[in-house]
């Protein structure tokens, strides 16, 4: 069973749309992330969340916006898609403290 | 703030030769270090962190990596390569006040056979 899933894989959609990605993590962990990885593999954390509530927000856009209905669940809303969206965008959870993050497999997202 | 550097871009390494992976990092307070490795099209995966302790940790897979405060470095080492091991390497820190694991830039490490 994979213990942290995001789904879609690939995403290909235009410039202007909006378009969710969901994550959810079977492994009973607190915290949960989201990352961007870019064309040079560069990883950037984005938001975080700790048992539903917003703990870390980067200087992401406002067009992204995290939603955690529970604690195992972590999904990204992106509106107004642009073309410097293109990315990889992993999900990864942590149980608490100095615990290795557990990530995702990645959502391959290509704005055209 | 908390940062760590990866100053290669690339590593190549014959089979069977021993890999070392650099990695420097840069804290106000204790460093906790991780590793992770990350394969094509895959998340990344946790290989090993150092916390406190021995300055020499064990990881999976074989790696090790080794904790040197003088020089503020955390290098990741496998005595042995195998071309299963090529794959993107990723030194990380904790930024303990913000909870951020921060990443370096990756090394991507070829083993040839």
């Known amino acids: 069973d994979t213990a942290v899933s995001q789904t879609p894989k690939y995403l290909v959609t235009q410039m202007g749309n909006d378009k969710s990605i969901k994550c959810e993590q079977n492994?009973?962990?607190?915290?949960m992330y989201w990352y961007k990885q870019d064309s040079k593999k560069f990883l950037k954390i984005m938001f975080s969340?700790?048992?539903?509530?917003?703990?870390i927000n980067e200087t992401v856009p406002n067009r992204f916006s995290p939603k955690s209905p529970d604690k195992a669940h972590l999904n990204l809303h992106i509106n107004s898609l642009e073309l410097g969206d293109s990315a990889v965008y992993f999900c990864?959870?942590?149980?608490?403290?100095?615990?290795?993050?557990?990530f995702g497999n990645g959502t391959r997202l290509t704005v055209t | 703030a908390q940062s760590v550097a990866q100053p290669e871009d690339q590593v190549n390494v014959a089979e069977g030769n021993p890999l070392t992976v650099k990695c420097t990092y840069s804290v106000s307070g204790n460093p906790y270090l991780f590793w992770y490795v990350q394969y094509p099209n895959r998340g990344l995966q946790f290989l090993l962190k150092?916390?406190?302790?021995?300055?020499l940790v064990k990881g999976s897979y074989g790696f090790e990596a080794e904790f040197n405060k003088s020089q503020t470095s955390f290098h990741l080492k496998k005595p042995s390569a195998l071309v299963s091991d090529s794959a993107l390497y990723f030194c990380a820190v904790r930024d303990y006040n913000t909870d951020k694991l921060i990443f370096g830039t990756g090394t991507r490490l070829q083993v040839f056979p």
């Open positions: 150092y916390i406190t302790g021995d300055n």
């Open positions: 990864a959870s942590r149980l608490s403290g100095n615990s290795p993050l557990h």
């Open positions: 492994l009973g962990h607190d915290t």
């Open positions: 969340y700790n048992n539903k509530e917003l703990i």
